[in-house]
């Protein structure tokens, strides 16, 4: 059975949403228990994997963040089911269907490591933001609260790593955002 069907399976349950809304709100629920598991699986290549003087503070703050991940992975999984739906939650299946790019191994100091969590929480931000819309438009407010849960989490953990990056954006150190300050200064004038 594929990946798709199983993530849109449902069973007969009591529960008072109907089927039609359910069936779209648990697809999207598994695209989230993927995602959800990828980000684990990558916080924690980036704590075992991080090197350079700031080593210990980013090993302990990547273990906190996936400890958050880990926790999201069994609530998202657990409303799946209790709205009837088919928790696809494996690693392969994980894998095959996370929206996130996978990991780089080549990456060593720890600004490679924040920066490589940072382009990944971003996207993952702004799948927990379009869930929320779509399952209160589906009528399913418990759900968009769990999401609302994530989403504030995520994006206070995208804060946590982007501050680790904003001095040196700031200052023009890094080339894209180097340029934009340039950019803003010239605009000013
Ligand atoms: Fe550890």
Excluded: C
Excluded at 13 to 38: E, F, H, K, M
Excluded at 55 to 60: C, D, N, S, V
Excluded at 108 to 123: I, N, S, Y
Excluded at 152 to 176: C, M, P, Y
Aim: aromatic fraction near 8%.
């Amino acid at each position: 059975m594929s990946d798709n069907t199983l993530a849109s399976r449902l069973y007969p349950t009591r529960i008072d949403i109907p089927a039609q809304a359910r069936v779209q709100i648990v697809v999207i629920l598994n695209q989230t228990l993927a995602a959800t598991l990828d980000l684990k699986t990558q916080t924690k290549q980036a704590h075992w994997n991080v090197k350079g003087t700031d080593f210990y503070q980013l090993h302990e703050l990547f273990d906190e963040i996936a400890g958050e991940l880990e926790e999201y992975v069994d609530m998202v999984a657990e409303r799946i089911t209790a709205l009837g739906g088919y928790a696809v939650g494996t690693a392969r299946a994980a894998a095959s269907n996370s929206i996130l790019p996978e990991y780089p191994f080549d990456i060593l100091d720890g600004k490679e490591h924040v920066t490589a969590l940072a382009d990944r929480f971003a996207p993952y931000a702004k799948h927990l933001r379009e869930a929320i819309d779509k399952t209160n438009e589906l009528g399913d407010a418990d759900t968009a609260d769990l999401y609302t849960e994530i989403s504030r989490t995520i994006d206070k953990r995208l804060w946590f790593l982007e501050a680790h990056l904003q001095v040196s954006e700031v200052k023009g150190e890094n080339g894209a955002a180097g340029a934009t300050k340039t950019q803003k200064t010239a605009a000013v004038k």
